[in-house]
């Protein structure tokens, strides 16, 4: 089993260019089965994530070919509207389907996706918005089966800012006649960037980036051409990696206005930032401060995908920061590995803190989950001797050769067999 070794302690230099974000290109190419044709989408990022995505668009019957970071799916010949449970297992997020399927074929089934290294990740807003729009849904034994025959459009409304639930309630809405408005719904960057695509496909569709939605459905789409929006997320594991390690490193391909809340935490802990349009530059040169709670809430509040890059990085550095992770239940899993490097951290239910030792020391560790492992990468990037990260498998869910792009940063980290 492969592993990161990091010799810690090294400042990071220089630039690198942001790939693109894995919770934009996953929507997109399963909005690409709404029209037969070809699509082309580019700046997709080559993540484990992306393959399990092409291997059931080929499932269902679709072509789906990689160059570069370019993929071109050509939905003419979709064939099939089930997706079998090892597909669903290995990516809970593929519940994208069932809007995208009811919308072209009328019908989906599929397996229930069941939990995940974050705790439950229950899917009822995701089939309460779809039965709003009149699909009929019937879940049996694990398995989801969905029909739309009367599918029209009306008012879905989302107790909960739901990312995975407005994006498919967008997605059925452009199959179904009439207007849909979504209330309460989500207003995440990469939501934004799915309305942009439909846009190009074709729909008419607005109110991307604010609590209301709207989306007059039934118009004829085509495919379209495409470029994903750059990973906030990932741009946020190497901000975090130079404020941990020190350094000054510029990103490009990200929008800092999609990462404000991470940006001003970075700030109050000691760094020095520079944004221009799709460019953002970190400096930081003494160890980072304790800095007012962080707590994760739906956008534009703290991003629950940056908390424990966030909590490494300010886990060797002095003074005290709580962290409130209000989203996802079971997401403190990192917090024992980091305390194998020596960091102070006290759980409490939904509250953590983190009392900065000064410096992590190195030491064996094993990746919990996706931005926990890059946590510990981030962790180890600033800690005292050296780090072995294990279980890489959920950090290449979201990354795209973390170790190079950091090696080329000046970072000491290589793979091990
Ligand atoms: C998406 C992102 C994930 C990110 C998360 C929060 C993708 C592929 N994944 O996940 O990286 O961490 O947003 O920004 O884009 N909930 C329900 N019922 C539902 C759906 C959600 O109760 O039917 C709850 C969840 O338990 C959670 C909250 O709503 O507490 C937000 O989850 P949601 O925004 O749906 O996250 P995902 O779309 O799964």
Not at 21 to 34: H, Q, R
Not at 85 to 106: D, K, N, Q, T
Not at 376 to 398: D, F, K, N, P, Y
């Given at each position: ?53 092409l ?51 009328g ?15 229950p ?37 909960i ?45 607005s ?72 460019r ?56 024992d ?14 509250a ?56 080329t ?9």
């Amino acid at each position: 089993m492969s592993y990161y070794e990091i010799q810690g302690g090294r400042p990071l230099y220089g630039s690198l260019a942001v790939h693109g974000a894995k919770n934009s290109v996953l929507p997109i190419l399963a909005a690409c089965l709404l029209v037969p044709g070809q699509s082309v989408i580019h700046n997709c990022p080559d993540l484990s994530d992306v393959a399990a995505t092409l291997d059931i668009l080929r499932l269902l019957g679709c072509r789906a070919d990689r160059e570069g970071d370019t993929i071109v799916i050509d939905a003419t010949a979709l064939s099939r509207w089930d997706i079998p449970e090892h597909l669903m297992r290995e990516m809970r997020s593929s519940v994208i389907f069932l809007g995208a399927l009811l919308a072209r074929l009328g019908t989906a089934e599929l397996s229930y996706p069941g939990g995940c290294e974050l705790g439950p990740r229950p899917i009822d807003l995701h089939l309460s918005a779809l039965r709003a729009l009149g699909a009929e849904i019937l879940e049996e034994q694990g398995a989801l089966c969905c029909r739309g025959n009367s599918l029209r459009g009306r008012e879905v409304c989302l107790s909960i800012p739901s990312v995975g639930a407005t994006e498919n309630a967008m997605l059925t809405a452009c199959g179904c006649p009439g207007l849909t408005t979504i209330v309460g719904a989500a207003q995440e960057p990469e939501i934004v960037d799915l309305q942009n695509f439909l846009l190009a496909m074709g729909a008419r569709i607005s109110g991307a980036g604010t609590p209301a939605i709207s989306v007059q459905g039934g118009v004829a789409l085509h495919p379209a051409q495409y470029r994903v929006m750059g990973d906030r997320i990932a741009a946020a594991t190497y901000l975090c990696a130079a404020a941990a390690a020190r350094g000054e490193i510029e990103l490009t391909g990200v929008p800092p206005e999609t990462l404000t809340a991470v940006l001003s935490c970075l700030e109050e802990a000691g760094c020095t930032l520079h944004t221009g349009p799709d460019r953002i530059a970190l400096a930081c040169a003494a160890p980072l401060r304790g800095i007012s709670p962080v707590r994760t809430a739906p956008y534009p509040g703290f991003p629950t995908d940056g908390q424990a890059i966030l909590m490494a990085a300010l886990a060797g550095g002095e003074g005290a920061t709580l962290f409130v992770e209000n989203i996802f239940d079971a997401r403190y899993r990192h917090v024992d590995e980091l305390r194998r490097m020596g960091a102070d951290i006290q759980l409490a239910g939904r509250a953590a803190m983190v009392s900065g030792v000064g410096r992590l020391h190195g030491a064996a560790v094993r990746s919990t989950d996706l931005r926990g492992g890059a946590a510990l990468v981030v962790a180890g990037l600033g800690a005292e001797g050296t780090t072995q990260v294990s279980e890489l498998r959920h950090i290449r869910r979201g990354y795209q050769e973390l170790d190079k792009n950091l090696r080329t940063l000046g970072a000491d980290i290589r793979e091990l067999p």
